[in-house]
């Protein structure tokens, strides 16, 4: 009787439990989360209302898997004339000038089991002559408009495969290794 259990059982946790955590429940924990970086940066002035591109400071996003944290000589390409009275642009100088880079708090996090590359995504959301916000907007929401960045889409197991299902004319694979070690 117990083994009769466990062989029905079993599978029955997992599907219930895949098919759970597929549906997005738990609701994503970190949406909404806009932690307190050591600079106060303001992607709605720099990205929505100068309108640079999200490649002139995320420069390897389109070449690697992270779309990773600009250096400070990025900054300072504009700061070093611009902006240099400003009491955020003040903080940037110490950190340029001692060398050192602010601890920025990562806000978009995968788990460990989880691969996952910018390449592949952003060559297959962006349209030529488009800005690249555009092809980021659909993970990270529309960043442009953001004083705090926050993370507002629920970037989990459901949310993925939803968008690769969307997608699979532009070759987004749903099996299991695409996205898992």
């Not at 806000?107 to 060559?123: G, W």
Request: with cysteine.
């Amino acid at each position: 009787m117990k083994s009769k259990l466990l062989k029905i059982g079993i599978p029955v946790l997992l599907v219930g439990g895949l098919t759970w955590v597929m549906m997005g429940f738990p609701p994503n924990p970190r949406v909404g989360y806009a932690p307190e970086q050591p600079i106060k940066y303001s992607h709605k002035i720099h990205a929505g209302d100068y309108n640079i591109d999200c490649q002139y400071c995320h420069t390897g996003v389109t070449m690697g898997r992270k779309a990773a944290v600009p250096s400070l000589n990025i900054c300072f390409n504009c700061h070093e004339i611009v902006g240099d009275e400003k009491p955020e642009v003040l903080k940037l100088r110490k950190y340029w000038d001692e060398n050192k880079v602010p601890n920025w708090v990562r806000i978009h996090n995968l788990p460990d089991h989880v691969r996952f590359s910018h390449q592949p995504h952003i060559h297959a959301l962006l349209k030529p002559g488009q800005p690249s916000k555009e092809a980021c907007m659909p993970c990270h929401g529309d960043i442009a408009a953001m004083e705090v960045v926050e993370q507002a889409k629920p970037i989990n197991m459901g949310f993925c495969v939803s968008c690769h299902r969307e997608n699979k004319k532009l070759g987004a694979r749903v099996d299991c290794s695409t996205c898992h070690y």
